[in-house]
Each structure stands twice: as C-alpha cells, then as structure tokens.
T-cell receptor
C-alpha cells in the first residue's frame, strides 16, 4: 500500500489567497483526520470524518477553514482567505475501525507558508 | 489545564544513554496510550501502543502506564543517533471514538 498521500508537499502563497490541500487515505480505512502542527501549539486535530461524514469539526479555527470528503478515497482542506498565522504543517491521517485500537497512519504533510 | 502535558525539551543525550520521556494527562477515560515518533519533515509513525495500565517492551523501547497517577513514560535503552526525533505521546478513550489527543512532543537528540 502507498500509505496516506498528500498534495502538495509544499505551498507558498500570499495572504488573502485560497489554499486547497488534498489527501488520499489508505484504501479501506474508515476514518480520516486533518491535523495542523506548529511549534507553539503542537499537533492539533482540526476535523475528522467517519465513512465520509464529518464527525467533529470543533478544532477548525474559524469559518475560513472548510473540509470535505466527497468519497472514501479523497478529502480536501480549504483555507479562504489565507492569513500568515495559518502557516503550519498540515497532516492528513487515516485509520481503520478495529475495536479499541486506534492506530492512525499519517501522510507526509503539506508545509504551508502564507506570506 | 490541557488534557495531555508533555515537556517539549529539547533533550540531548550521548549515544548509549537511557532516555526517559513522559506525559501526564487529566482525562480518566483514556484507555489507550501510544507513543509516536516523528523524524524531521516527516509524519508521525506509531512506535508503541499500550492498553490500560502496565508495561510493554519492544526491543530497546519500554512503555509504561500508571493510570492511578495519570502518567505515562517511554524508556529508550542504549540510545542511538537514529533515535533522534520528536516523540509524541497520544491517548484516547477508545471504542468508536475516532480521535487521539496528542502531547506537544519532546525533541530528542542522541549525540554520537
């Protein structure tokens, strides 16, 4: 299996521009997670989906952030308009429902810089 | 108080040293405890997983959970330069709940 795939790996944009991050989870996984990682705040959960349905979006910082999962093999995280404080590494992770064990498999991340 | 507290370090040790990494937590519902390792510019990868209290050993790594104290530890014996990474603790209540709660991570450097 190729693992979780994220694109782009790096994104540099200017304040006010729309940014779209993409994720392909591991085939057969039921859950998909979007995280943001910064030095100051560590790894923060933004939103997660179960069977393509958003379950908890309480971590989404504000209305500028939105996420979709139109099918089991694709998800997007969109920031519109972007701001410099959105600069971070964004990770996508997926897991398969298997009792209580909760291993999440992470993608390589998208490093976002907003100028 | 955050649900999970972890000293961010950085921690620098000589090769061959024993390393102790720790996290405390406040939610007594947590049942599953994990340690993830994250190399520079990579995504976190699961290193160790423990259910409830007790110890678990895997090669040079030992994970300990003390639920009465709400305290978990990861020990690395005979540390190697290849162990240099950020170590994140993570925990969950398990079951159908999907999400993990992560510590901020401790950056470890093992010097040759």
């Amino acid at each position: 299996d190729a693992g979780v795939i994220q694109s782009p790996r790096h994104e540099v944009t200017e304040m006010g521009q729309e940014v779209t991050l993409r994720c392909k989870p591991i085939s057969g996984h039921d859950y998909l997670f979007w995280y943001r990682q910064t030095m100051m705040r560590g790894l923060e959960l933004l939103i997660y989906f179960n069977n393509n349905v958003p379950i908890d979006d309480s971590g989404m910082p504000e209305d500028r952030f939105s996420a979709k999962m139109p099918n089991a093999s694709f998800s997007t995280l969109k920031i519109q308009p972007s701001e410099p404080r959105d600069s971070a590494v964004y990770f996508c992770a997926s897991r398969k429902l298997a009792g209580g064990y909760n291993e999440q498999f992470f993608g390589p991340g998208t490093r976002l810089t907003v100028l | 108080q955050k649900e999970v507290e972890q000293d961010p370090g950085p921690l620098s040790v000589p090769e061959g040293a024993i390393v102790s990494l720790n996290c405390t937590y406040s939610n007594s519902a947590f049942q599953y405890f994990m340690w993830y390792r994250q190399y520079s510019r990579k995504g976190p990868e699961l290193l160790m997983y423990t259910y409830s209290s007790g110890n678990k050993e895997d090669g040079r790594f030992t994970a300990q959970v003390d639920k009465s104290s709400k305290y978990i530890s990861l020990f690395i014996r005979d540390s190697q330069p290849s162990d240099s990474a950020t170590y994140l603790c993570a925990m969950s209540a398990g079951g159908s709940q999907g999400n993990l709660i992560f510590g901020k991570g401790t950056k470890l450097s093992v010097k040759p």
